[in-house]
């Protein structure tokens, strides 16, 4: 299997699928609706779906599964980018640039851009729940609801924002360091891939690999957004370059330098590829995905 | 029964349950979880979980099935709560006092009030599907969460403040006025008592009545809140009086003068009674929260 064709055939269903389930409403919603579109088709890299898609597959062993699960792994994209939308507002991070294009609310307005960020994450539970699209057990559906709304909640995704925004210019300890990348990027990794195996049927000691696996590309993934941030340019991550180190925030760079966290991520890689040594062959997209975590340039 | 009893009654068990269900964590989210509790615990009404209570007591027949229908009660409490800390940000309608105390934004910031709105939303929907604490079926569970997440969504709550927002000060149509609060405050609190309906196990005639009693008491809801912003003082409301008119926002009062606006609260109170009548006796609580609505002085 070629990494690169399966990462951009993955993308396009994930994309296909969004588009599919996006609401289209005509009248007064309209122009709310798009302030949601504009930040979810602005071309991410679609990891957490389709890190959810593979998870899937590798338990259930088919890819007949994939149609039911598509709208998790929607679900789980929707999450990520009304962090993202929230965490570019000027009463955060004041990004002007996401994915190379203008971000939320430099094009709506603050006010708007709060409000897409708040109707992405309400979808996204939408998605989860919606009987027209869901063709899981409902046992396991709520399984996933509540795997994924711990990993986006106040102890996941929005506490680690939280905790990074309060600390941002102070001096924080790595215990801390680590605790802030875990719950702000780290936990819906985990999550996505965990959704995709509960959703294939994944018994408590595969949910237990997963969640192994998840863990280290989610750290893996951290350190990489942070060497990124230092070695590449604001033309190819699509994002500021350089504004870690402006904004006075910690990352793995500043507490160990370049080359140690290179060597950090590529053993967090390790590890994940690891916990997945009871699968066998059916583990190869999750392999891949992990390498690809590791030698991304964006 | 005693109305006011029933409320404060109602009122105590949900913020038992409340107290219960919340994160109670030291270390590093100990602070994060302070401003969800702030404003959580700022002495609200109650009324959506009031609804949801009453709604799921009418269905069933039992207050032994109560305890399973409290934390869907409380999920919309948090449901409320976030839209209120976001609808109150500087970027939004900029308010310094909610239920007689400072907003959120003026105690912890802008950024953390933004935050402590996100982590209540995804908190809500923790509570819909935390296995700790529900004993409703899954299927039903799922339902719950599809109508809450709806209502809450893009084309509701989060929809309508949109309208809100980008309308203020300008002329708008009745038809829209009525668009804005349906979606904005109309569609949670039928969510509200509809949730409580499908915990209590109603069938699709039972469902139609209360949605049908939720919209009408939705509409009076909206329509008394647009006089008491008339007619009450700030010390009385806990929040800003007069300010829709100040804004230039369009209400009942403002398209059919104050007498005209109270008549119709009262038929839409008539109206919700009457979509109960084939309830019996049972339905003497929603019957009095109806009529407690329209009397209501905050």
């Known amino acids: 299997m070629e990494t690169k064709t399966y990462l951009n055939e993955q993308k396009e269903r994930v994309e296909e699928a969004l588009s599919r389930y996006m609401l289209k409403v005509g009248g007064e919603f309209a122009d709310h609706i798009d302030t949601l579109r504009y930040s979810l088709f602005a071309g991410g890299k679609r990891i957490r779906p389709i890190l959810c898609l593979a998870g899937a597959r590798l338990i259930s062993g088919t890819a007949d599964n994939d149609e039911a699960v598509l709208p998790i792994a929607c679900a789980l994209e929707c999450l990520h980018t009304y962090s993202l939308i929230h965490d570019d507002l000027p009463a955060m991070d004041d990004d002007a640039l996401r994915r190379g294009k203008p971000t939320n609310h430099v094009v709506y307005g603050e006010a708007a851009a709060i409000l897409a960020g708040d109707a992405l994450q309400c979808f996204a539970f939408d998605l989860l729940s919606n009987s027209d699209h869901i063709r899981i057990p409902p046992q396991a559906m709520l399984e996933i609801i509540s795997v994924v709304s ?13 905790l990074d925004v309060v600390h941002e210019g102070r001096e924080i300890s790595y215990d801390l360091l680590r605790t802030i990348h875990r719950s702000k ?84 890689v390790d590890s994940a590829v690891r916990s997945l040594n009871g699968f066998g062959d059916d583990a190869a997209p999750l392999r891949a995905l992990a390498q690809y975590i590791l030698t991304r340039t964006k």
Chains 1, 2 share one sequence.
């Open 150 to 162: 711990r990993a986006a909640g106040p102890l996941g995704m929005v506490g680690g924002q939280y």
């Open 185 to 268: 990027t780290g936990k819906l990794i985990t999550a996505s891939v965990l959704a995709g195996g509960i959703a294939g049927g994944a018994d408590q000691r595969q949910k237990k690999n997963l969640t192994e696996f998840g863990n280290a590309i989610g750290l893996a993934f951290q350190i990489v957004d942070d060497i990124l941030n230092v070695e590449s340019t604001t033309e190819a991550l699509g994002k500021a370059a350089g504004s870690d180190s402006a904004r006075g925030k910690a990352t793995y760079p500043a507490f160990f330098g370049l080359e140690q966290s290179k060597k950090m991520a590529a053993d967090a």
